[in-house]
């Protein structure tokens, strides 16, 4: 199995001119086929690391199958450029995913490729279970502890995570990803394998917000997420109909809430409005 960090030689440029040989750690990334019952369903461009958990977090965000018991059976085989997680499902949820094939390959930026219709890429949301009271405090200790679990990170600066935290815990578990999505389905199938609640706490994302992951968290029953980044018009719409709590451009000195302020104790302000 290919290592997800590879160590490449550079040339340093500095003060204009000046230059020297240096090496840099960069991230791997491989097309990773997710196949069920012998017939492939994606191809993502992944980080070749907790790859169990993501094809049974993909399987889950995408509702391929509704719970890890639906897989019979999971195996990750190198072949040939790529890997391929291969899985069989038990009968009622082979059925099911026979009804709702698409082929795709996906790109690590992109989570919507290969949907062939306007309603299959924006399906109607779940509502999410209510989950616990939280504060400001906890908010920001879920961001904080994020970044200084990015293992790969810290030694490629090129990844992606995706993390949970939770009051009693704190930081629960950690996976990253050369792609966003990606990151935030192997940490579904981690939260997935270890039968964690995805409503008691926060999902932390080191990425932007757009709506593909707002889906997949509802999928999830996750009920806060805390985002990095700004979120889109479309996700914070998505988040507000799946009842979850969205907070945004969350950096050391502060964030924002958008969606759900009342889970932390602010009022509801209510409005997405046009400009122009």
Known sequence: MREPLVRVDSTRVAGGLRRR???RVVPEEVPVALTYDGTTHAVMMASPADLEDFAIGFSLTEGKVASPAEIAELEV?????????RMWLVPAAARRAGERRRAMLGPTGCGL???????AALPEVPVVPEGPALTVADVAAAVAALRPAQRLNAEAHALHAAGFWTP????????????????????????ARAGADPAAGIVVLSS????ELVQKVAALGGGMIAAVSAPTALALRTAAAAGIAVVGVARDDGFEIFCRPDRLGAPDTGAIRAIG
């Open 21 to 23: 040989p240096t090496t």
């Open 77 to 85: 085989v190198p072949h040939g450029a790529g890997i391929e997680a």
């Open 113 to 119: 490729c290969g949907i062939d219709s306007l309603d």
């Open 168 to 191: 009693e815990a704190g930081l629960v578990a950690v996976r990253e990803d050369v792609g966003r999505h990606n990151a935030l389905d192997k940490l579904a199938g981690a939260l």
């Open 208 to 211: 932007r917000l757009s709506v």
